[in-house]
């Protein structure tokens, strides 16, 4: 195909996906998101289309960027970073273009501000070494073992068997184990050689001599080559990348390259040339390390981020890093209990001398240490406030987006986050709620043995996966609720991710194919790998606590939901919409009376309680917003419930009593509910049946607090107790418990 021929359908392509994102989202067809698959698959066949595809996304974002159509820089930004991840050979001037643009974009409101900060980071990491974006992924991601890159990540699929149908489930499977099976670690090795030696050597590499040496040399020889060039490129990250040091990284790649091929090989290439230089073999990114999980109960999340922190061959990084043994927990309670004295004076000479350098007696350094400073500000040895969101919700350990690794991730001296788990979840409602459940007992379990925080960057990422809609059913159940909300707070998101449901069911339709050694073009596989690489932007969700009275003289039960809490009463079938009862008292009969107070929702967080007291048949709590107008609001108040109470009206004529249905609706952001006539109530939380509770007389509903410790409260004594009771109050209000999903902008204004 010509280069015109080329870069036409490129740009058809390119087009395509435009459309889609214009396009209104009640034309949404199933094969939505096929042309950016579509689009990535023609670079990865045929890698020397890379600069050109590259150079159309540039014109297109500039032609964007002046016309103010805000709507495609996101998807156009995520689409360019990710050809330029795997590509090589693209002209320098292109990378200048692609950073001048990015820095232009900062301008802008968030989240384009945000998005175009970290592709700038990641062209600014490219453009210095060559094939750095490229490498870090593929050691992260594949675990292999580096010292001077200790990251790992890992993508952990939950699926409860319960929620989602086994043909799916096995269909899902799978697929996995079809794409893992092509790549071992020796190939991963083999794609990290390859592509650096061919980012930094350019058209002086001859590729196909590389494969042919890479793919005859035994695993001794191949990880010797790995370790070296993964020592050239990180080398110059450890000093600040200055200019003669990146041309001593070249120096070390030709250097690895002319011991590679050897110098008969080289000459002989440089001589007759290779034929395979015309069309160089592409060099694939490999999906990353995915295991596959059913959802068993909450704990079975925080065991499987223990097992990912302690694999067998974990290698030692640090001793502070082994004190944090999953086993030893009672230790670390203990040392977080302690408190120490603070003895840095600031002197460097005062500071203490280490256990092989102890002073003679009488010597002048004994009395020197005679002067330190004794006593000073009393210092816990954990951060206080370790369980905030951030301790969680950042990616600190994502170094390879954003550059070298730095300190920004460490909360102890020597312990650097050095692992990321991306949570993975398929299903509804439902399994969101499960999966919040499981969040706020991981979140408890930190605040009290704080064995994973220090180590590990939870990513949390969703994927709506619905039953097929029954044509014989009445009314529909729903149960994607957050689905919903996130398509239209982030369009990128609903092309690409809530468009997988309809080709989930058809994939589990398809008969399995039981031959691996092919290779496939797994769709749903790199549409999640796409999700999970470029889904930076987190959603924040408030979880809410309900406290549940079955009796008002015990203790109440507490629980938590995500999105939905609904209460129902328990009667009979009531008669039609205002119908005449047939005997006096039929309208009291229906419904129960209740009192509610709550805390009404206002823009300017005013406190203003409203009591009031009616007869109604059910209530609902919504904690999604269902228009666009309130995912505006959302992103403003994340802490607002929508209430709707089924609401039974009575109306005198002169027929006589009567009695209709109205809907009463308020937003609030805390409320109690109580029956006045002993009517018991039902709870349904997250839609789910298995979390329902009977005979209930009164429930709480308020922001759930972020948890925290005992160890971790100050305990310096109050002179007023109720000053001290003011403050643990004002603390614990004032850090609510969100949730984070990931998407590839967040919330469009």
């Known amino acids: 195909m010509e280069g015109s021929d080329v870069e036409l359908d490129l740009q058809r392509s390119v087009q395509a996906v435009l459309r889609e994102l214009s396009a209104p989202a009640t034309t949404l067809q199933s094969n939505q998101g096929m042309w950016r698959w579509s689009l990535h698959k023609k670079v990865d066949r045929d890698p020397a289309k890379s600069p050109v595809l590259v150079r159309i996304l540039l014109r297109e974002l500039e032609k964007a960027e002046a016309e103010d159509h805000q709507h495609v820089l996101i998807p156009l930004l995520h689409t360019l970073m990710y050809v330029l991840t795997k590509a090589t050979g693209v002209p320098e001037e292109l990378y200048q273009r692609s950073y001048t643009l990015c820095t232009r974009l900062l301008t802008l409101p968030a989240p384009y501000c945000t998005v175009a900060l970290d592709c700038a980071i990641q062209l600014k990491t490219e453009t210095a070494v060559p094939g750095t974006l490229y490498q870090r992924m593929v050691i992260a991601e594949q675990n292999l073992r580096s010292e001077l890159y200790p990251y790992q990540e890992r993508v952990l699929l939950f699926v409860d068997p319960e929620l989602v149908s086994a043909s799916v489930c096995s269909a899902l499977l799978l697929e996995i184990q079809a794409a893992q099976e092509q790549q071992s670690p020796e190939a991963c090795m083999r794609h990290v050689v390859a592509h650096a030696l061919q980012a930094a050597l350019g058209e002086a590499c001859h590729v196909g001599a590389v494969h042919r040496k890479l793919q005859a040399s035994s695993r001794r020889i191949l990880e010797h080559y790995f370790h ?185 001296p020597g312990v650097a986050r050095v692992h990321t788990a991306r949570v993975l979840v398929l299903g509804d409602d439902r399994m969101l709620g499960r999966l919040a459940q499981a969040y706020h007992t991981l979140r408890k379990q930190e605040s009290q043995k704080f064995c994973l925080t220090p180590r590990l960057s939870l990513q949390l990422y969703y994927i709506p996966v619905l039953a097929p809609q029954d044509p014989t059913a009445s009314r529909q159940p729903e149960l994607g609720d957050l689905a919903t909300f996130l398509g239209r707070a982030d369009p990128w998101y609903q092309s690409t991710v809530n468009t997988l449901c309809p080709a989930i069911h058809k994939l589990a339709e398809m008969p399995p194919c039981l031959d691996t050694s092919q290779a496939v073009d797994p769709f749903i596989l790199d549409t999640i790998t796409y999700y999970v690489r470029m889904g930076t932007q987190p959603i924040y969700f408030q979880i809410y606590r309900v406290k549940i009275f079955s009796d008002l003289s015990q203790e109440p039960t507490e629980d938590i939901f995500l999105t939905e809490l609904k209460m129902k009463i328990h009667e009979p079938k009531p008669p039609k919409e205002g119908a005449s009862p047939r005997r006096r ?91 006045q006539d002993q009517r018991p109530l039902m709870l349904w939380l997250d839609k789910d049946n298995r979390r329902t509770f009977k005979d209930v007389v009164r429930f709480e509903v308020d922001p759930c607090p972020e948890p925290c410790s005992r160890s971790q409260r100050s305990k310096t004594p109050w002179p007023n107790p109720e000053e001290q009771k003011a403050m643990e109050q004002t603390e614990t209000t004032s850090k609510p418990l969100q949730m984070p999903i990931n998407t590839y902008s967040g919330i469009v204004q």
Request: negative net charge; hydrophobic residues 40%; charged residues 20%.
């Open 585 to 675: 008292g039929a309208a009291e009969s229906l419904g129960a009376e209740l009192s509610l107070c709550y805390q009404k929702a206002l823009l300017s967080h005013r406190h203003q309680e409203v009591a009031i007291s009616l007869r109604a048949t059910g209530l609902v709590l919504k904690a999604i917003p269902a228009s666009d107008t309130e995912v505006a609001a959302s992103a403003m108040d994340h802490m607002c419930l929508n209430v709707s109470v089924a609401e039974v009206v009575k109306s005198c004529h002169l027929a006589g009593r009567s009695f209709s249905m109205a809907t009463n609706t308020f937003r609030t952001s805390s409320i109690q509910v109580q029956s």
């Open 228 to 412: 070296a060039v993964v020592a050239a490129v990180e080398q110059v990250w450890a000093g600040e990348a200055s200019d003669g040091q990146a041309a001593g990284h070249l120096q070390r790649l030709e250097e690895i390259y002319h011991s590679l091929l050897g110098p008969a090989e080289v000459a002989r290439a440089r001589c007759a040339g290779d034929p395979l230089q015309d069309r160089p073999p592409g060099i694939l990114l490999p999906s990353p390390t995915i295991t596959f999980h059913l959802w068993t109960g909450q704990e079975q999340l925080w065991k499987e981020l223990a097992r990912f922190l302690r694999p067998p061959s974990q290698l030692r990084l640090s001793a502070d890093l082994e004190a944090l043994d999953l086993q030893g927990l009672s230790s670390l309670d203990r040392a977080a209990r302690a408190s120490v004295l603070s003895t840095d004076s600031g002197i460097e000479r005062d500071l203490p001398l280490g256990a092989d350098e102890i002073p003679a007696p009488g010597s002048p350094e004994l009395e020197r240490a005679a002067l330190q400073r004794k006593g000073g500000i009393k210092k816990r040895l954990w951060p206080p406030d370790v369980s905030w969101s951030g301790a969680w919700d950042g990616a600190p350990g994502l170094h390879r987006r954003t550059g070298r690794p730095s300190g920004d991730g460490e909360l102890l």
